[in-house]
């Protein structure tokens, strides 16, 4: 496969034990966007940064869409694949424990995070989601006895993305095992201050 590498950040917590916190931007974003708010999860967590491969219109992106909220979905299962090749070999080389990772993905991020979940349920350890879309028109079912923590906050007046849309998604994922946490917050597309007080408060309840 023609996989490309990643631009990155990677910051150590300097404990082998560490989980990971994988950042993935939103579109127009970069691999520094969201080390400041990764900061507010404590300095016991190492943290990985990277910037989506695609470029549309000089915005990078973590796969292609073909319009706003339509995706290509070749596309996604591509970068999905890419991805979670690339942090394996990230994983070997930092020397931080794959088996520990948990993605924090915003809205672009959020989504192919998603994809990682349906299409690699076993990879991930947990999941947060802030203002996700459902990255399959027709949701796979998923192989996985896991029972997953996933995080997820919409936003009740985001205009990408209609909140029953979310609920759908929602369902999906506890059908197929996932172990979920859905908070609805009184806001738009944008992030606020509550969506990661809210998933800070999930990581210790879950993984700290
Ligand atoms: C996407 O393309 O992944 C969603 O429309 C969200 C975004 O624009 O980033």
Not at 63 to 82: A, C
Not at 89 to 115: D, H, M, P, R, T
């Amino acid at each position: 496969m023609n996989y490309q590498p990643l631009k990155y950040i990677y910051q150590s917590a300097g404990n082998p034990e560490a989980s990971t916190l994988l950042l993935l931007h939103g579109t127009g974003g970069n691999e520094t966007d969201l080390i400041p708010l990764a900061k507010n999860f404590g300095k016991n967590v190492n943290i990985l940064s990277v910037r989506g491969n695609v470029v549309e219109q000089g915005m990078p992106r973590f796969f292609r869409r073909l319009s706003m909220g339509v995706f290509d979905e070749e596309d996604i299962k591509f970068r999905t694949h890419e991805l979670v090749s690339f942090i394996k070999e990230v994983a070997s080389k930092e020397k931080f424990n794959a088996s520990k990772l948990i993605a924090l993905g915003y809205s672009n991020g959020a989504n192919i995070a998603g994809a990682t979940l349906i299409l690699y349920p076993d990879f991930l350890s947990g999941a947060i989601l802030f203002r996700p879309m459902p990255p399959f028109k027709n949701m796979p079912k998923v192989k996985t006895s896991k029972k997953v923590p996933v995080f997820i906050s919409a936003g009740n007046l985001d205009g990408m993305v209609h909140i029953s849309e979310i609920q759908q998604y929602t369902s999906h994922l506890e059908a197929n095992h996932f172990n979920i946490e859905l908070h609805t917050i009184n806001t738009g597309h944008n992030l606020v201050e509550e969506d990661s007080r809210k998933a800070i408060i999930w990581m210790h309840k879950n993984f700290l």
